[in-house]
């Protein structure tokens, strides 16, 4: 299954003091070093080893290239990131809805925004809410994606 991140107030969280431990003093002088999420390094372990393929998705304009090295450097591997850059221009600036996980075979997107929930609902894609300040938020992305397996498999 194929899985994707959002970036601020999902994986990345300034307002909560709950995060993983900071990169090393002469790596954040070559990289940003922003607040990753506690649990992020957990979950990503935990779902590529059931064989999931991790991606970010996110609307911000972050160079991909420095995401996936950040990621990497705190032990996560994404296949890949989306941009905002990326995503105006396959699908045009302003475009409505905001993300479009279906159109990259994303099976499950995981995001902050309600509304990407109600963008998921609308335009038939599958998205994990997990609140910013929610200590429980690994617990529920496992849920949803193991609720997902189980579908799968009842299908087959």
Known sequence: MRISFDLDDT???YGDPAREPRLPWFLRLFLPDEPLRKGARHLAVTLTSRGHELWIYTTSGR???AVR???RFHGIYVKRVINGTEHSKCF???SSPSKRPKAFKIDLH???SPGVAI?????GFRVCVVEPSASD???KV???VTAIEVAAKARS
Do not use: F
Not at 119 to 123: F, H, L, R
């Open 11 to 13: 994986l990345i969280c």
């Open 63 to 65: 160079n991909p290239r």
């Open 69 to 71: 090295l950040w990621l």
């Open 92 to 94: 045009g600036q302003g």
């Open 110 to 112: 995981i995001d902050d």
């Open 119 to 123: 963008e998921g609902q609308k335009y």
């Open 137 to 139: 938020w690994v617990e």
């Open 142 to 144: 496992i849920q949803n």
